[in-house]
């Protein structure tokens, strides 16, 4: 299957600093990306639909201003959390559309984030 | 709330043990996927099925899409310790997919 990272895998910063998470898909354009995000014992949760191109479409609740979203290329998102605190610690995930093969979402390994 | 109602939430069984993971939902979906995800890891599709009533095999695992493309089974023969893991069923609509809570499965050798 398709390949897609995240970099970093892991973060700690303080609170009130920015982190950048980048989700990269490697063998593969993708003009549609998602990001989401798990707390432990959870599922996933969607945030938001990155779109190369335009502007990043956010579900019902997820602050845009806060988790700001750049889809600059096709093979490249990042997920940016502004002004961090502690209760944004979480595990962030992004897929990435390959259209070119069924419409499948392959997923990164994951970002853990954790806010001091 | 949860559009898709994952049972049970946990299960532990020995090896060699069948085991079945149901996933129900009262919204139709354009296909439905199944993942399993390891700790600290990214979700891995297993299959993707399509059509009402589609049966897919893949190994000792067995899918199931329900008629009304609304319910999904995963059927897991002579359970292994490498089976185990958060399996995940996610429902599809316009290329979003919408997540169950997820069952732990723990196969104990």
């Known amino acids: 299957g398709a390949v897609v990272s995240q970099h970093p895998s892991w973060v700690i910063c303080k609170s009130g600093t920015s982190v950048k998470i980048e989700c990269r898909s490697l063998d593969f354009q993708a003009t549609t990306m998602f990001w989401y995000r798990q707390f432990p014992k959870q599922s996933l949760m969607l945030m938001a639909t990155s779109n190369e191109g335009s502007k990043a479409t956010y579900e019902q609740g997820v602050e845009k201003d806060k988790f700001l979203i750049n889809h600059a290329s096709l093979t490249l998102s990042t997920l940016t959390v502004t002004s961090a605190h502690p209760e944004d610690s979480s595990f962030y995930i992004c897929?990435?559309?390959?259209?070119?093969?069924?419409?499948?979402?392959?997923f990164g390994p994951g970002t853990r984030l954790t806010v001091l | 709330t949860q559009l898709l109602e994952q049972s049970p939430q946990f299960l532990s069984i020995q090896e060699g043990e069948n085991l079945t993971v149901y996933c129900n939902s009262s919204s139709v979906f354009s296909s439905l996927q199944w993942y399993r995800q390891e700790p600290g890891e990214g979700p891995v599709l297993l299959v993707t099925?399509?059509?009402?009533?589609e049966v897919k095999k893949l190994k000792r695992l067995t899918f199931q899409f329900g008629d009304a493309r609304k319910d999904s089974s995963l059927h897991i023969t002579a359970a292994q310790p490498g089976d185990t893991g958060l399996y995940l069923c996610a429902g599809a609509n316009d290329y979003k997919l919408s997540f169950g809570a997820g069952t732990t499965v723990t196969v104990r050798a």
């Open positions: 099925v399509v059509t009402g009533g």
């Open positions: 897929s990435a559309l390959d259209f070119s093969s069924t419409d499948t979402q392959y």
